[in-house]
């Protein structure tokens, strides 16, 4: 039998990750060693507290039944998350309706696209971005209108800048600070900002925000929800996965909205009823738990950065080290692609970078370098780069 895949599936753009993985074995095949500086993933390990609490809640029966609180995780998961934001960001939720688990906030921008948008709604999706806001969108049937992230506004939306007929269309806009794949971070003003347009218009504000902590140089980063009247028309989501180095583990958390949470929660009930307990008890071991974690692997991307920005600057790129994330946003020469400098660069020097126009056609003119991977692979990559600078696209700006 021939298995046809639903009309959805054809319409999503292709998955950036899965496309640089299928070059990368290519390129393998054909013998060379490659680097990948193409996935934000961290490197190093989970701290071993965290990995320690796992492993007694996963030895206690009491925690092999369905996840407690249902879809929404444990109260004491919710409770731990509220005291977090009111430690890390003076923001004050209450943990019965405005705090739930999710299973990394990547479930979090998926389920809200289909807890909220109907067939034919407007989402408003940051371009570049990252490619999930898309696929969720598409996923619930929604139009997708794309808003421009220029670099001459520092990559924030220009709020006044959006059609008044798009903006009374839409529904939802994603916007997430500190960028991937920009780096940009905002500020509460810029979010007060939002909060106003989102007020205007009607539209939910959906904050993605799972690189809140990793900046660097003392920058501080703010939560959407420090705007006053944010939890009026706005969700956060945040994210074990970054600054504990937990990706694997899938857990993440919803803040905000309490009809919003309640409506994510609905769908929730239906799909996946929330994450492992053990889960959540590893993860209230690393929020409660010794936060020397966060500070050293600032230490180590902070180095990486420096590394990179140099390495970048030696071939002729122009760019500031980013304040924020663990990638590098860097721009390439005028008159050549980001898809061609990519190529180059893993032919030529055996390292995957990605290129812009995956994140959006305002991505064009961009490479985004990753610095999630351990330092020895990394000096390599940069060491290699370095190398064939004779050999990369200069273009006609240069
Ligand atoms: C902007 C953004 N949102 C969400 C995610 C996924 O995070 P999580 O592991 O919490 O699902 C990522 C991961 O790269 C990301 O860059």
Redesign the pocket.
Known sequence: MDIKRADRLGRLPPYLYVEIRRKTREAQARGIDVISLGV?DPDQPTPQHVVDALARAAADPANHQYPTGEDRGMPKFRKCVADWYARRFKVNLDPETEVMALI????G?HHVALALLNPGDVAIVPDPG?P?YIASAIFAGAEVARVPLRAEDGFLIDFDAIPADLARRAKVIWL?YPN?PTTAIATVDFYRKAVAWAKRYDVVLVS?N?YSEISFDGVYIPSLLEAEGAKDVAIEFN?M?KPYNM?GWRI?MAVGNAQIIGAISQVKQNTDSGQFNAIQYAAMAALDGPQDIVTRNLAIYRRRRDLAVDALRAIDLDLQPPKATFYVWAPIPKGTTSLDFAGRLLDEAGVVVTPGIGYGSRGEGFIRLSLSVPDARLEEALARIKKVKDRLPVGAGL
């Open positions: 934000g990394g906030s990547k479930e921008n990252y999930a997430s991937n993605d799972p994210s996965s990706t993440g």
